[in-house]
């Protein structure tokens, strides 16, 4: 039998394994929480940053993070929410591989009354979703559309239009089918595009305008590469491109590279993009790629975290601005959302590093 002397405190227990907590900052037992973070995949900076922001913000709240990537497999991340909730976690934040795949897991957390939210991409198909906390995603695409027309020169940078004549040719990707993102991203664009598509100002040459015919599966740039290049092979021939929609700086690379190969460049067609990746904002300072969207993730993971606290302490997370757009098929799920930025050669230096995003120094 255990004697009475050896039990120790939980408050003590906690600030061991919390290691250097100071004692003003000590954790009561039933303050900390195991929270369930899962994100898409460890190849694009912005989601290591966002999984880190999170965790780091949780545990700043006494809380313990459970974080797990899923390499962009929908069998991995499955299995990743299905141990949290095994592991005991009393909260789930998803970045989902595929938004319509995780009904099953989606269920097993509502069974264990686990709350969860959506994190930049909308859990689909199930009606266990709490909250969601993204960007202006429609703005997102609206932003892409107008800096393509900027760098083509048809429109100015303050929005009115310009004395160009085009015609130009553009060529369209969208993101990944299975991310609801991707909707939302490519009807803004369109929004934008459509007018400038109807009368002749801009032409598709591949004739590929369709949502469904522009799709990126995972976003993946070597697959937008591919992409490209066909096309360059049956519709240019003999004429030129003059720019690209792209939803995503992984496919802008992509695009690039394709470009590259065909023999443009040194000056290249106006590329878009989005997430302000790093490899993309020196591809912009270099005169290669023309644009991205820069998505503060540090505000969307406090934003989260936030959240999260007060899904915690069942209460209604102050956050929530949106009611109306997130229909995920079953139910509207009420989201915060966050205001992008467009960012070209112009803008980068104030946006990206005065804010403290990059430094001088990660750029050159
Ligand atoms: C989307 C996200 C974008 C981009 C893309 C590829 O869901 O909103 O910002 O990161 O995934 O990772």
Redesign the pocket.
């Known amino acids: 039998m255990r004697s009475s002397r050896f039990v120790v405190p939980v408050v003590v227990l906690l600030v061991t394994a919390c290691g250097a907590r100071s004692a003003g900052q000590q954790v009561k037992a039933d303050e900390g929480e195991l929270v369930g973070v899962t994100m898409p995949t460890t190849t694009?900076q912005?989601w290591l940053s966002d999984g880190e922001n999170i965790k780091k913000d949780m545990e700043s709240r006494g809380h313990r993070v459970d974080l797990q990537y899923a390499q962009n497999d929908i069998p991995t991340q499955v299995r990743q929410i299905k141990d949290q909730i095994a592991k005991g976690a009393k909260l789930l934040i998803i970045a989902s591989v595929d938004g319509s795949a995780l009904t099953e897991p989606l269920q097993m957390a509502a069974d264990a009354r686990i709350p969860v939210i959506a994190y930049?991409?909308l859990l689909r198909g199930s009606a266990n979703v709490d909250y969601y906390a993204t960007f202006e995603n429609f703005r997102v695409g609206v932003y892409q559309a107008e800096s393509l027309l900027t760098g083509l020169g048809l429109r100015n940078a303050d929005g009115s239009p310009s004395a160009a004549p085009g015609p130009f040719n553009v060529e369209l990707f969208a993101?990944s089918a299975d991310?609801n993102?991707s909707v939302f991203f490519f009807n803004g664009a369109m929004s934008v595009l459509k007018p400038y598509l109807e009368d002749g100002k801009l032409k598709v040459l591949s004739g590929q305008t369709q949502f469904e015919a522009v799709t990126t599966l995972r976003?993946d740039g070597e697959t937008a590469r591919k992409r490209l290049e066909e096309i360059i092979g049956t519709s240019y021939r003999t004429k030129k491109i003059n720019g690209v929609l792209s939803p995503?700086d992984?496919i802008s690379l992509g695009i690039l590279t394709a470009l590259k190969n065909a023999g443009y460049g040194p000056q290249f067609p106006v590329v878009t993009g989005?997430?302000a990746e790093l490899p993309s904002v020196k591809s912009i300072i270099a005169d290669e790629q023309y644009s991205t969207i820069y998505?503060d993730t540090r505000e969307l993971a406090t934003a989260t975290a936030q959240m999260a606290e007060a899904v915690l302490k069942e209460r209604t997370p102050p956050q929530i601005n949106n009611l109306n757009d997130y229909n995920n098929g079953v139910k509207v799920v009420p989201a915060f959302l966050l205001n992008p930025v467009s960012v070209d050669k112009s803008n980068y230096h104030k946006v990206l590093v005065e804010s403290g995003y990059y430094t001088d120094d990660q750029l050159r």
């Open positions: 694009s912005r930049d991409r993101g991310d993102n976003w995503y992984g989005q997430d998505k």
